[in-house]
């Protein structure tokens, strides 16, 4: 097991970050080529909107891995959170524009969708929340920031449940997938949780 | 025959059907699954030879129905129909079938009948969603007697000219098209006049969202979404949104089922 998480930690520190971007990101011209080819089903529109929510969920989950695999396995992909949480906003970005320009497209019904549809309401509030979070994703406002950038970037675990409620609330009925994210949300922000020591009489 | 009806002609004249891989490959029919490709992957599996209708209650002649004897005394004629999904996406379906009366007809219609009770059905060994509990199995539909008897309400047994593909609800589904698509229930095995209004599976759901009417309505919205306009399915990733029509576009023959009735609380 140890040796393992050398190997991981060795070949982690070997890999460039702009290769992780690439990689993460690389779903984005594959959606879009299915999209035009017939890949992502009959009605294209929702197909791709809901692959890059998905997307956007699995990568937030990914990111919110990250501390809980170093302190708990001792893996450390820290080095890589950045990249995680900025091709997380843009596929959040993405999926947003794919709502506006092509599944909503008018303009008066959008901003009364955002307004009066809680669900809409949830997913434009995480895309929110996570604004401050992508303008700050760089070296300047990490030391610019000092202590209050440690505390600003928990609004990731806001936005991370926002997504899931998001997910749950627009399906039809009980579905299992949605549960399953969010499942996973909830486990890993538990994960964070500081239990009190126990104290033993 | 493939003989249209007069009562629909005008609405029916400008429409051009959609792709018979947009009507087969782009379904809801949860019993095989939740998205939209499930229905087309799992329901080969569904046995629809032989088939028997249930049709009971307030009727003269209750009994289990053979397929082959319901279709040997009905006249299959084609309806082409808008078909609009409560998700507001819409497509246009060349249906095969026969008219819903022709069938209550036979079975001869009680005095005291209001209403039709539909059921799908249950086959856990054949619908690999009936494991998950999204609906309360099996699928329950239900039409005041008056709507079921319009002449526009008809039970679809094919597609194109073909034989209704398992994933459109085999052998025998309801098509009621100024309604959202849910109320259109699919492969049929039980059909039963009475006189209370019959539960149905969407409304036990989630009452607020689905009630029993579901007409297509523009100036109704779904709790989650606005249902003024719908995006027709086939025209790709540019498709332009196009305005919902009161009843789908047939408010000429129905409305006047629906005269005095507030639209808005019977929903």
């Known amino acids: 097991m140890a040796a393992m998480v050398n190997q991981i930690n060795g070949a ?63 893996v450390n992909l820290i080095r890589f959170r950045r990249a995680v949480g900025l091709a997380t906003f843009s596929y959040v970005c993405l999926h947003f524009a794919v709502w506006l320009f092509l599944d909503v497209q008018i303009w008066s019904q959008i901003w009364a969708d955002i307004v009066k549809r809680p669900y809409v ?23 610019k920031l000092g202590p209050a950038w440690r505390k600003l970037h928990k609004l ?22 949605p549960l399953v994210y969010m499942s996973i949300i909830v486990g890993l922000l538990a994960l964070r949780l500081r239990w009190p020591k126990r104290v033993t009489a | 025959g493939l003989v249209g009806m007069a009562g629909g002609a005008r609405a029916q004249d400008a429409l051009e059907p959609n792709a018979w891989e947009d009507i087969t490959q782009y379904n809801n029919y949860y019993e095989f699954g939740t998205a939209k490709e499930d229905p087309a992957k799992y329901a080969s599996a569904l046995t629809t030879h032989p088939w028997t209708v249930k049709i009971d209650g307030m009727v003269d002649k209750p009994a289990d129905y053979a397929m082959e004897d319901i279709l040997k005394s009905m006249t299959i004629e084609e309806r082409i129909y808008r078909f609009r999904c409560v998700e507001a996406w819409s497509m246009v379906v060349p249906w095969n079938g026969f008219e819903l009366a022709d069938l209550l007809n036979m079975a001869g219609v009680q005095s005291g009948a209001k209403y039709v009770a539909f059921e799908t059905a249950l086959r856990p060994d054949e619908m690999p969603g009936v494991r998950y509990p999204v609906l309360d199995w099996p699928y329950v539909e239900g039409l005041r007697l008056d709507e079921a008897m319009h002449p526009l309400t008809i039970m679809a047994t094919g597609i194109y000219g073909k034989d209704i593909p398992n994933q459109n609800g085999a052998p025998m589904r309801l098509v009621v098209p100024w309604k959202y698509g849910f109320k259109s229930i699919k492969s049929i095995v039980r059909i039963t006049l ?25 100036e109704v919205s779904h709790p989650r979404w606005s249902q003024a306009s719908e995006r027709p399915l086939g025209g790709g990733l540019f498709a332009r949104r196009v305005p919902t029509l009161m009843f789908n576009g047939y408010g000429e023959e129905v409305a006047s089922l629906y005269e005095g009735m507030d639209l808005k609380a019977n929903f």
Do not use: C
């Not at chain 1, 520190?13 to 999209?35: A, D, N, S």
């Not at chain 2, 599976?201 to 607020?208: D, I, L, V, Y």
């Open chain 1, 156 to 177: 990731t675990y806001l936005a991370a449940v926002l997504g899931g409620v998001h997910y749950i609330w627009l399906v039809k009925g009980i579905q299992i997938e």
């Open chain 1, 12 to 74: 982690a520190r070997r890999i460039p970050t702009w290769v992780v971007y690439i990689v993460l990101l690389l779903p984005v011209p594959f959606l879009v080529y299915q999209g035009f080819t017939g890949g992502l089903g009959r009605d294209p529109v929702k197909g791709l909107e809901h692959e890059l929510g998905q997307w956007a969920l699995k990568l937030i989950i990914a990111g919110l891995a990250i501390t809980p695999l170093r302190r708990f396995a001792g």
């Open chain 1, 121 to 143: 309401t949830i997913g434009f509030a995480a895309f929110v929340a996570m604004i401050p979070l992508a303008l700050t994703s760089n070296n300047w406002s990490i030391r």
């Open chain 2, 194 to 218: 009475t006189d209370q209004e019959p539960p149905t599976s969407w409304n036990k759901a989630n009452a607020r969202e689905y009630g029993f009417y579901s007409n297509v309505n523009p």
